[in-house]
């Protein structure tokens, strides 16, 4: 075998490992879960009227819309959480000692953790979307090519804060510091337009909002399932995908193979 089929080879062994953990331990990835799930009922059947008057909306159903893309970003947001966990915990049992021992590809141990975490936040955004659509929201007016385009969008999302995160667990002694270190995961979708408009923030705080990671995607993932105005956020929503993907691949294999554990 040439060095690409036994990294593929690798990997893929890795990722039903990762997968396996995954579904014998569900509950770190279900309490992640919960979270997006709870706001999002929480926002549109206490908050929905009143929020939905304050974006110019007519009813709660207009709300819904307004809210739910951010969401699924959100849920991208809070399950890459669990990967910077499970990295870390990894690193610390001392099973990494052991693959090293071993007679595999050193990448493919996180090429597995990000393909499995991919998966599993592709996943969550599905369940969460389900209930959106359970509970009102509609995208009528997307076109096939739109959908196609939001779905690369939040492969690539995923993509980008799932190696973010496994930098976080790599340089994390536990897992409860990897939690605690990957807590702007969740911290920055509530500092976005996930639930008002940009500039109904205060005037200080709107650059803040507008230009982090998750406001562009969200507004481009608005555009192509609502139909609303993207301008300039999709290609600041690639900029920020592209640049976060090469940042954390940089940052966790130069700290996976500089580490002596």
């Known amino acids: 075998?040439?060095?690409l089929t036994l990294a593929a080879r690798?990997?893929?062994?890795?990722?039903?490992?990762?997968?396996?953990?995954?579904?014998?331990?569900?509950?770190?990835?279900?309490?992640?879960?919960?979270t997006p799930i709870m706001l999002l009922l929480l926002f549109v059947y206490i908050f929905g009227d009143v929020m939905s008057a304050g974006i110019g909306g007519t009813n709660r159903s207009d709300y819904i819309?307004?809210?739910?893309?951010?969401?699924?970003?959100?849920?991208?947001?809070?399950?890459?959480?669990?990967?910077?966990v499970s990295v870390s915990n990894d690193m610390t049992e001392g099973i990494i000692a052991r693959f090293r021992t071993m007679a595999i590809h050193r990448g493919s141990v996180l090429v597995g953790h990000?393909?499995?975490?991919?998966?599993?936040?592709?996943?969550?955004?599905v369940l969460v979307g389900a209930v959106a659509v359970a509970i009102g929201f509609r995208s009528t007016n997307a076109t096939t090519l739109e959908w196609l385009a939001a779905?690369?969008?939040?492969?690539?999302?995923?993509t980008a804060f799932t190696w973010i995160a496994v930098g976080m667990g790599l340089i994390s002694p536990n897992a409860e510091a990897a939690s605690n270190n990957a807590l702007p995961?969740?911290?920055l979708p509530l500092l976005s337009?996930?639930?008002?408009?940009?500039?109904?923030?205060?005037?200080?705080?709107?650059p803040i909002a507008e230009y982090q990671p998750f406001t562009p995607a969200i507004e481009t993932l608005r555009g192509l399932l609502l139909g609303?105005?993207?301008?300039?956020?999709?290609?600041?929503?690639?900029?920020?995908?592209?640049?976060?993907?090469?940042?954390?691949?940089?940052?966790?294999?130069?700290?996976?193979?500089?580490?002596?554990?």
């Open 1 to 3: 075998m040439n060095t």
């Open 10 to 34: 690798d990997s893929h062994t890795m990722l039903r490992r990762n997968l396996l953990h995954a579904r014998r331990y569900p509950s770190l990835t279900l309490n992640l879960l919960l």
């Open 65 to 84: 819309a307004y809210i739910v893309p951010g969401l699924l970003l959100m849920t991208i947001g809070s399950t890459t959480i669990g990967t910077a």
């Open 114 to 125: 990000v393909i499995g975490s991919v998966l599993q936040c592709i996943t969550s955004v």
């Open 151 to 158: 779905f690369g969008l939040l492969v690539l999302f995923a």
């Open 185 to 187: 995961m969740i911290l």
């Open 193 to 206: 337009s996930t639930f008002i408009p940009v500039d109904t923030m205060p005037g200080w705080f709107q």
């Open 228 to 261: 609303t105005q993207i301008g300039h956020n999709g290609w600041l929503t690639l900029t920020w995908c592209l640049g976060l993907t090469v940042l954390g691949y940089l940052w966790a294999t130069a700290k996976f193979n500089n580490d002596p554990k």
